[in-house]
């Protein structure tokens, strides 16, 4: 059993094992790209990250700019993304990278659609709206050739210009 923070809309995220099993909801589940809660119908507003435990080395959070990402595109690829829609699910996540949901939390999130660009309801402006563990395909096309396009979107948008890499320390 997972500790709980007591409240649902608050996740601890831990990798600290207590009797062989993680403290936190993920484990070492969550180090692939990913954006927080795709899977759901109302996309969430942010997600805050607070620091009360770190690590001396290794821990860090890597936030990419997708609305730059987006921006940078080449036409090609802008051209292969704009107006289309992907979709995503939890259960993808359970399958990628082994993150176990239980049976009410895949039934909270079945599938959802939403533009693979999406414009930023409060900055206005278009970014790349996926996620490597959650967006199971992209509309009209097969998962091998969407984990393709997904592919070549994450390595465009993981380049080093669009990447902010958070050390943490306590407080933060």
Not at 41 to 62: C, H, K, N, R, S
């Amino acid at each position: 059993q997972n500790r709980t923070t007591g409240r649902r809309e608050v996740l601890l995220v831990s990798n600290i094992k207590e009797d062989g099993k993680p403290i936190g909801r993920l484990g070492n589940q969550e180090l692939n790209w990913h954006m927080d809660q795709i899977f759901m119908a109302q996309p969430t507003a942010g997600t805050i990250l607070y620091a009360i435990e770190v690590t001396p080395a290794g821990g860090d959070t890597w936030f990419c700019d997708l609305g730059a990402a987006y921006a940078a595109l080449p036409a090609h690829l802008k051209a292969r993304v704009e107006g289309r829609r992907a979709v995503h699910s939890a259960a993808t996540a359970d399958r990628r990278v082994g993150i176990q949901l239980s049976d009410e939390q895949r039934a909270r999130a079945p599938e959802v659609v939403h533009p693979l660009v999406r414009t930023h309801p409060l900055a206005r402006g278009k970014g790349l709206y996926f996620s490597m563990n959650h967006t199971a395909r992209i509309d009209g096309m097969t998962e091998e050739a969407s984990l393709k396009l997904l592919d070549e979107l994450r390595a465009h948008a993981t380049q080093p210009r669009f990447v902010y890499t958070h050390r943490w320390r306590v407080g933060d």
